[in-house]
């Protein structure tokens, strides 16, 4: 699976901080031997990838112990750096919540708490609340402003807002979820199943184990078609710490349309996994006889793990659709409908003007 990656050095060796569990002297003085260029490409890939802390943490400690001096300073105030930025990122995030609340608005934190004790680089909410409210709320008491909206954000029912002081957009879905917002289930049920974890000193409602597994996997397989490495790392931290009731997300995904998504995402991660620390996930049987591919189809392409979207992910959109319609969900069908075309403009945009800026 390496032998693909087109940034072999810093790539491999990001990869190998997060997933090896046993790294040989040798592995550990070849990651020490990267030159300062090298170790700013690592840097960059660990920040859009949502790993900076627990990538960081091992080669610090490695360069310790190696008396590597120079670069375990270099490590330790990269990381002093992002842990100032999520602790103030995770300070509003605590008064968003308590606002949405304080007016009778549920709210959980999709996403942006899975990489924890990273953080995503934006704050992702989800709520039932009606947008009137919710706007009113963060203008109000947050002087906030609204963001420009794409076509993809009005079509997903969901609204960026601006904070003063907070240089991280809070992104908000309200009422639906998916890329074009076809799915009201998953949505519907969200709330009712989140729990209460703690970050740092703080604490959150989150999605359930399926639910969040679901959300990924709408994210990855069925938007933007690349999985990070904190999506890899994030799934086998989950599922090999907490329960995870198989049947239940089997039930749930197969009612959204996604269930073969679901599948096919967990297999990328444990062979992925597998690659580089020997052993893949713990999947049952349904699961891997549910994936339409793994591992093997993903490559190494400007910047992330690309999945491929012909013909792979087509027929899992393909599925999708026909789920919805099957089910005579018309709004949500006619809404992922939508998708192609949404995507077609995406990519021409962005060949004419380098920017799908409005579009997705």
């Avoid at 409210?133 to 203008?139: E, S, T, W």
């Avoid at 999945?307 to 393909?318: E, G, Q, V, W």
């Avoid at 409908?337 to 409005?358: H, N």
Wanted: net charge neutral; hydrophobic share 40%.
């Amino acid at each position: 699976m390496t032998s693909r990656f087109n940034n072999p050095v810093a790539f491999d060796a990001l990869s190998r901080l997060l997933l090896c569990e046993e790294r040989r002297r040798s592995q550990d003085r070849e990651i020490l031997q990267l030159n300062q260029s090298e170790l700013d490409t690592m840097l960059a890939l660990a920040n859009s990838h949502h790993v900076v802390v627990r990538a960081l943490e091992v080669f610090r400690q490695m360069a310790i112990e190696a008396g590597a001096a120079e670069k375990a300073l270099w490590a330790d105030t990269a990381i002093q750096r992002e842990r100032q930025r999520i602790e103030l990122a995770t300070s509003y995030l605590t008064e968003v919540c308590a606002g949405l609340e304080s007016v009778g608005c549920d709210v959980t934190v999709i996403k942006s708490l899975d990489h924890w004790p990273d953080l995503g680089s934006d704050l992702d909410l989800y709520t039932n609340a009606a947008p009137e409210k919710v706007i009113r709320l963060m203008r109000e008491r947050f002087s906030a402003e609204v963001a420009y909206r794409s076509w993809g954000d009005r079509l997903a029912n969901k609204w960026n807002f601006e904070i003063p002081g907070l240089p991280e957009a809070v992104e908000i879905h309200m009422g639906r979820l998916g890329q074009t917002g076809e799915q009201v289930g998953i949505a519907r049920m969200l709330a009712g199943r989140a729990r209460l974890i703690s970050a740092g000193e703080r604490s959150f409602q989150v999605p359930a184990a399926e639910d969040r597994l679901m959300i990924c996997t709408l994210q990855r397989m069925y938007r933007h078609f690349y999985a990070r490495l904190c999506d890899i790392v994030d799934t086998a931290r989950l599922l090999e710490s907490e329960p995870v009731d198989y049947e239940l997300l089997r039930s749930s995904a197969q009612q959204a349309g996604i269930w073969e998504g679901v599948a096919t995402f967990l297999v990328i991660a444990s062979d992925y996994a597998k690659a580089y620390r020997g052993r893949g996930l713990d999947l049952p049987y349904e699961v891997r006889s549910s994936a339409r591919f793994g591992g093997a189809q993903i490559y190494f392409g400007r910047g992330f793990l690309r999945i491929p979207i012909l013909p792979h992910s087509a027929k899992l959109y393909a599925s999708q659709l026909t789920t919805l319609l099957r089910n005579g969900e018309l709004r949500s069908t006619v809404r992922l409908g939508l998708l192609p075309c949404l995507a077609t403009a995406a990519a021409v945009g962005y060949k004419i003007t380098g920017s799908d800026k409005g579009i997705w």
